[in-house]
């Protein structure tokens, strides 16, 4: 008799039927596809190993760090470049990331790297917040109504926006405050301006990069989870459609409820020869503003100036990571035409050593309240760190309530 069934196999599946496996129950896992993992997955292109999904993780809280070094990868967390990120204004040339920020949201709105993505009387509307009454943030506010309400819409269009969206792949106004930035409303509240409680939350933060990644790539934690899960005895069905009736134990539902419901996204990676990458001409990559005239891209990731490891496995070759919310009609054509435009570069078919097309889809929050527990992106947010944070403490939760500890 099985004590538990988990149904999803993705990383918040992997984590709960792990930790439920460690304190001694009887766990099975049980997965749709042919593999474990979800958006955390390898491909191989241009003879390289690369991450298909994620690639980095938020380092806030120290969650996914953690659950890596439990697994053996903790001396193979490593942080990206130094370079930085860049934003692609809708209009202009692409600038540097303003330095002192949350989800783009400034705590210096008249500073230099501000002003140059929003323009002056955008930033002199946003300075107003240090002097706008302070209210309480309600539970249901959004992110992009505070933001608007306290800065302006030209601080939440220009800068937040394709902040949160490159992050979260939703404009700020349909994401929930506590989702998109957990610890704001309460920094907020603290320190009664929005600019002040960004600058609280960044002297807060220990020192370092807010993201890091794993040397050899993201796909790594997949192949660990694996293995601890058949450690701890685990039994994995993959390419099994759960029917009524036929589950074992307790369900934990770590499958978003309606698949085709969410966001689809589309990444074009190109593995290409230009030299004249080499610089890192617009850093680690660029977050692009929504309406960026002749770019049908919302993000590009430079894999080989973001990651240290990947450019010394490239051997002088560069990857290139474009993602779409529209899929054009002609993917390699216009991911070659947007990096091209984006980096500064010209590249065309002579440049390319090997193209790939990989399709994902967001899931949509979950409005729906079952009778089962649910742990994974529909509930937890995005982000590796949410998803592991709240699949751990579902875990704990089941074995303290559910059966007991022994």
């Given at each position: 008799m099985?004590?538990?069934?988990?149904?999803?196999?993705g990383?918040a599946g992997?984590?709960?039927a792990?930790r439920?496996a460690?304190a001694?129950r009887?766990?099975?896992?049980?997965?749709?596809?042919?593999?474990?993992?979800?958006t955390?997955?390898r491909?191989t292109?241009?003879g390289i190993?690369?991450?298909?999904?994620?690639?980095s993780f938020?380092?806030?809280?120290?969650?996914?760090?953690?659950?890596?070094?439990e697994?053996?990868?903790?001396d193979?967390i490593?942080?990206?470049?130094?370079?930085g990120?860049?934003l692609?204004p809708q209009s202009?040339p692409?600038?540097?990331m303003?330095?002192?920020?949350?989800?783009?949201?400034?705590g210096?709105?008249?500073a230099?790297?501000?002003?140059?993505?929003?323009?002056?009387?955008a930033?002199?509307?946003?300075e107003?917040d240090?002097?706008?009454p302070?209210?309480?943030?309600r539970?249901s506010l959004?992110?992009?109504?505070?933001v608007?309400?306290?800065?302006?819409?030209?601080?939440?269009e220009?800068?937040?926006?394709?902040?949160?969206?490159g992050?979260h792949s939703?404009?700020?106004?349909?994401?929930?405050l506590?989702?998109?930035?957990?610890?704001?409303?309460?920094?907020f509240?603290r320190e009664?301006s929005?600019?002040?409680?960004?600058r609280?939350m960044?002297?807060?933060?220990?020192?370092g990069?807010?993201?890091?990644g794993i040397?050899?790539g993201?796909?790594r934690?997949?192949?660990e989870?694996?293995?601890?899960?058949?450690?701890?005895g685990?039994q994995?069905?993959?390419?099994?459609?759960?029917q009524p009736g036929?589950?074992?134990?307790?369900?934990?539902?770590?499958a978003p409820?309606?698949?085709?419901?969410?966001?689809?996204?589309?990444?074009?990676?190109?593995?290409?020869?230009a030299?004249?990458?080499d610089?890192?001409p617009?850093?680690?990559?660029?977050?692009?503003?929504?309406?960026?005239?002749g770019?049908?891209?919302?993000?590009?990731?430079?894999?080989?100036?973001?990651?240290d490891w990947?450019?010394?496995?490239?051997?002088?070759?560069h990857?290139?990571r474009?993602?779409?919310?529209v899929e054009?009609e002609?993917?390699?054509?216009?991911?070659l035409?947007?990096a091209?435009?984006?980096?500064g570069v010209?590249?065309d078919?002579?440049?390319?050593v090997?193209?790939?097309?990989?399709e994902?889809?967001?899931p949509?929050?979950?409005?729906?309240?079952l009778?089962?527990?649910q742990?994974g992106e529909?509930?937890?947010g995005?982000?590796l760190?949410?998803v592991?944070?709240?699949?751990?403490a579902t875990?704990?939760?089941l074995?303290?309530?559910?059966?007991?500890?022994?």
């Amino acid at each position: 008799m099985t004590d538990f069934t988990v149904i999803g196999g993705g990383v918040a599946g992997m984590v709960v039927a792990r930790r439920l496996a460690m304190a001694g129950r009887s766990v099975t896992l049980v997965e749709a596809s042919d593999r474990l993992g979800g958006t955390v997955a390898r491909h191989t292109v241009g003879g390289i190993d690369l991450d298909a999904g994620a690639e980095s993780f938020a380092t806030r809280g120290g969650i996914v760090a953690a659950l890596a070094t439990e697994i053996g990868l903790g001396d193979e967390i490593v942080s990206p470049g130094e370079a930085g990120a860049w934003l692609q204004p809708q209009s202009g040339p692409a600038v540097p990331m303003p330095a002192t920020n949350v989800l783009g949201i400034p705590g210096t709105p008249l500073a230099a790297d501000v002003i140059a993505v929003i323009g002056q009387r955008a930033a002199i509307r946003a300075e107003l917040d240090a002097i706008i009454p302070s209210l309480w943030a309600r539970k249901s506010l959004t992110l992009g109504a505070l933001v608007r309400r306290r800065m302006g819409s030209g601080v939440l269009e220009k800068l937040v926006a394709p902040i949160v969206h490159g992050v979260h792949s939703l404009h700020p106004d349909d994401i929930q405050l506590d989702r998109a930035a957990p610890g704001l409303r309460a920094a907020f509240a603290r320190e009664g301006s929005l600019a002040a409680a960004v600058r609280f939350m960044r002297d807060s933060a220990p020192a370092g990069s807010s993201v890091a990644g794993i040397r050899g790539g993201m796909h790594r934690l997949v192949t660990e989870l694996t293995a601890d899960l058949v450690t701890y005895g685990v039994q994995v069905e993959l390419g099994r459609t759960v029917q009524p009736g036929s589950i074992d134990g307790a369900v934990v539902m770590a499958a978003p409820v309606d698949p085709t419901a969410g966001r689809k996204i589309v990444l074009a990676t190109l593995v290409v020869d230009a030299p004249e990458l080499d610089s890192a001409p617009r850093g680690t990559g660029l977050l692009i503003a929504d309406g960026a005239a002749g770019i049908s891209a919302r993000a590009l990731t430079h894999a080989t100036a973001k990651w240290d490891w990947l450019r010394e496995r490239a051997g002088g070759r560069h990857v290139l990571r474009l993602s779409y919310d529209v899929e054009p009609e002609t993917l390699h054509v216009t991911a070659l035409q947007d990096a091209s435009a984006l980096l500064g570069v010209g590249l065309d078919d002579s440049r390319v050593v090997d193209f790939a097309r990989v399709e994902w889809r967001r899931p949509a929050a979950s409005g729906s309240v079952l009778a089962v527990p649910q742990v994974g992106e529909s509930v937890a947010g995005s982000g590796l760190a949410g998803v592991i944070r709240q699949a751990e403490a579902t875990a704990e939760e089941l074995l303290d309530t559910c059966l007991g500890r022994e």
